[in-house]
């Protein structure tokens, strides 16, 4: 059979069982764009390649399948670049497939060329530069291979226009992955799975501390169980937010620099913490070496460089999440009763719970927003968010029931996400509820995804927390920097309603307490178009309990 | 901190090299030498690479190696029995009086006389780090003019008869 190289690619992605992408187009895909016309792949254009590349990353997040973006060569390629190194700090599956100029002129800084290739080496797990059109669908191939096993992460395919016209005689059965520095894992260390079984049915004062990794590996239900039957309480990491029911008795919510005082001191007082699929970020840990200072520590990750990279464990264990917490499980013994040590964190919660003020300008408080929106979808809503504020008190107050529903950018913090990463959630999961909980700051830098939103009639509903500063940024400034607000007050701003409906969606202003749950529902109603709500939120509320960085995680700021 | 030498197996392609590097650079890791070239097979290239670190910091530098897909396998050889060398070239100043000097010289350390101009003489001479630095010393005094030398390259001998 003789095809295109364009064809080929997307004969492969049919392969792969992809069945949307995201990406915009651009003189050196027009090949791919030409073939994409006659294909049954659903493509999804959006206003910046930034925002095919969040809403790829969104999709994967959501359905733990490989996310699929595509851009045209240099600046569409480049537009490209804050989205994979998000996902890739994320340790998200995603394929970007780049345009890029013919072969002859590669390096010949011919018109909209961009050595992609060099610039996301350090933020891809892997990526190729396509040297004959023979080699397209191994490439495909191994690129979704390489994404999404192991540790997950973005791989970056680049396509010289030249090869992807070029027609070659294709045979779709052979395509081998070729891949002799690259091994899956497979099973783990069963004396070490035995050792930390032992363990824990010895410890006291245990604690799992949980990430990314358990929604990665699938692994919510094993982390449960693990829970469940020995009563052990569960802090989760940002990344591992959905990972364990918010309203579980167990749960004790985030730990960190904005984590709750009864999580951070149950690290302090723990005797054994069991990581799962973490990896010990600086904004986890506080001052390294007062963390968990009196436990013994059991660390899963499929990743053996996250093993000892920042802090020194007793009993690592290298392999895939969900494998590893099945056979503990098995060799665990269930205690029925509960304890002094859950007393103890009663105690603590009892006495330090998350809580906040009223407004002393007779505004919104922004968590009460967060409350509402958690109460109206009973937990049940895909979260996304965007960075600063907004994603902390998203974090403190939406209780999750399930997992893979807290989209929010963990590792790279990038401003801007929420709204495409809306957008790529609901085209994935069409019935459940998607919400945005924005900034006003972060939600002017992918604004124009709107207009992908209404063209696709995507009802998302963004939820401004809008405090006219650029508020994380402003929080800082309050309690390091003397309260001087450098650059931070953004009150010079649109209008939200009528940006919204200039694009068509619909808009909401909401000033007051009361007019807050009225908003949402009417929100939640709306099927065919995005929803704005501008919640005018207290200027100066800050995200509290706080760490400051290099901190111990006991010296919380915030009244107590 | 202390000097360890990888044996490091790669992909014979294009990008390899600055995958490797940018890793280093990245992470924060001092590559003391570095070479690499093809094996006896042609698909395969072997790095040779020295690096100082703690045992923990060479754990993770070859445990992220390791995540680079087109590294085949890190060995750490610093502690096995090893064949070292380096090849160097040093154009030194040697005026037709101090030439018989500076050829015994190269003599003593089995090093040679690749290329002979009017005042100057290029020598050449491969061997382990120690050696180099001794005929680089010793050369110093005539007036080097220009030195190049390449990284090392190491290889783990063979098991011996007992
Ligand atoms: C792309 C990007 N630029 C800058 C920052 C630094 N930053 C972190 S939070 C923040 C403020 C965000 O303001 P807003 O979206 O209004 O959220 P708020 O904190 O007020 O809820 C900034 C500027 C960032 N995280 N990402
Ligand atoms: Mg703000």
């Given at each position: 059979m003789k095809l295109k190289g364009a064809e080929i690619l997307l004969q492969s992605l049919k392969q792969e069982g992809v069945d949307t992408i995201f990406g915009y187009p651009g003189g050196t895909v027009l090949p791919i764009y030409d073939a994409l016309y006659d294909s049954d792949i659903r493509h999804i254009l959006v206003r910046h390649e930034q925002g095919a590349a969040h809403a790829a990353d969104a999709y994967a997040r959501v359905t733990g399948k490989t996310g699929v973006c595509i851009a045209t060569s240099g600046p569409g390629a480049t537009n490209l670049v804050t989205g994979i190194a998000t996902a890739n700090m994320d340790s998200i599956p995603m394929v970007c497939f780049t345009g890029q100029v013919a072969s002859p002129l590669i390096g010949r800084d011919a018109f909209q060329e961009a050595d992609i290739t060099g610039i996301t080496m350090p933020i891809t797990k892997h990526n190729y530069v396509l040297e004959r059109t023979e080699d397209v669908a191994r490439i495909v191939k191994e690129a979704f291979y390489i994404a999404s096993t192991n540790r997950p992460g973005p791989v970056v395919v680049d396509l010289p226009k030249d090869l992807m016209e070029k027609e070659i005689d294709y045979d779709p059965y052979n395509s081998e992955i070729n891949l002799r520095g690259y091994r899956v894992m497979k099973g783990c260390n069963y004396g070490q799975v035995v050792l930390a079984a032992g363990i824990i049915n010895k410890s006291e004062r245990p604690v799992i501390y949980a990430g990314g990794g358990v929604i990665a590996s699938d692994a919510a239900e094993e982390l449960k169980e693990l829970a469940e039957k020995r009563k052990i309480p569960v802090t989760t990491t940002l990344m591992g937010m959905s990972a364990f029911p918010g309203t579980n008795y167990l749960s004790l919510g985030m730990l960190g620099m904005h984590g709750t005082r009864y999580a951070n001191y149950a690290i302090g007082e723990c005797d054994l913490l069991i990581a799962v699929g973490v990896r010990f970020d600086d904004r986890v840990t506080g001052k390294i070496a007062e963390f968990a200072p009196h436990a013994r520590i059991i660390h899963i990750d499929i990743d053996a460089a996250e093993i000892g990279k920042n802090v020194d464990v007793h009993i690592p264990i290298v392999g895939e999440v969900k494998e590893v917490l099945q056979a503990i499980n098995k060799r665990i013994e269930t205690v029925e009763e509960f304890g002094e040590w859950h007393q103890t964190i009663d105690r603590w919660k009892g006495e330090y719970p998350l809580r906040y003020g009223t407004s002393s300008e007779g505004r919104i408080m922004p968590q009460h927003v967060i409350e509402k929106i958690s109460d109206l979808t009973q937990g049940e809503a895909i979260i996304t968010t965007e960075v600063g504020q907004n994603q902390m008190w998203a974090a403190h107050y939406y209780k999750f029931k399930n997992p893979r529903s807290f989209v929010t950018s963990g590792g790279l913090g990038t401003m801007g996400f929420g709204l495409p990463a809306a957008i790529g959630a609901k085209i994935a999961c069409p019935d459940r509820p998607v919400i945005d909980i924005a900034g006003d700051g972060s939600i002017q830098m992918n604004i124009q995804e709107l207009g992908t939103a209404i063209a696709y009639k995507i009802p998302v509903i963004i939820c401004i927390l809008n405090n006219q500063y650029l508020g994380m940024v402003r929080q800082w400034q309050s309690l390091f920097?003397?309260?001087?607000?450098?650059?931070?007050?953004?009150?010079?701003?649109?209008d939200f309603v009528k940006l919204a409906e200039a694009y068509g969606a619909v808009g909401m202003r909401v000033k007051t307490t009361q007019e807050v749950d009225g908003a949402l529902r009417e929100a939640l109603k709306v099927t065919d178009r995005p929803v704005v709500i501008d919640f005018w939120v207290d200027r100066m509320a800050d995200v509290y309990p706080m760490v400051a960085p290099g901190e111990s995680l006991l010296n919380m700021l915030g009244e107590e | 901190m202390k000097k360890h030498t990888l044996a490091v197996t790669v992909e014979n392609k294009p990008g390899v090299l600055t995958r490797v590097a940018t890793l280093f650079r990245r992470r924060g890791y001092n590559i003391d030498s570095l070479a690499v070239g093809e094996t006896e097979n042609p698909s395969v290239s072997r790095m040779t690479i020295d690096v100082t670190g703690d045992d923990k910091i060479i754990e993770q530098v070859s445990k992220q190696l390791y995540k680079l897909v087109d590294v085949i396998k890190v060995v750490d050889i610093t502690e096995e029995r090893l064949v070292t060398r380096e090849l160097i070239l040093i154009k030194v100043k040697a005026d037709p009086s101090v030439r018989s000097e500076i050829v015994q010289l190269v003599e003593i350390f089995r090093a040679r006389i690749v290329d002979i101009g009017k005042n100057t003489l290029i020598v050449e001479a491969t061997g382990d780090a120690g050696k180099m630095e001794a005929i680089e010393d010793s050369l110093k005094p005539f007036g080097i003019l220009e030195l190049v030398r390449t990284g090392k390259i190491a290889i783990v001998r063979g098991p011996q008869n007992s």
């Open positions: 920097y003397g309260g001087r607000f450098s650059y931070t007050d953004i009150s010079n701003q649109p | -």
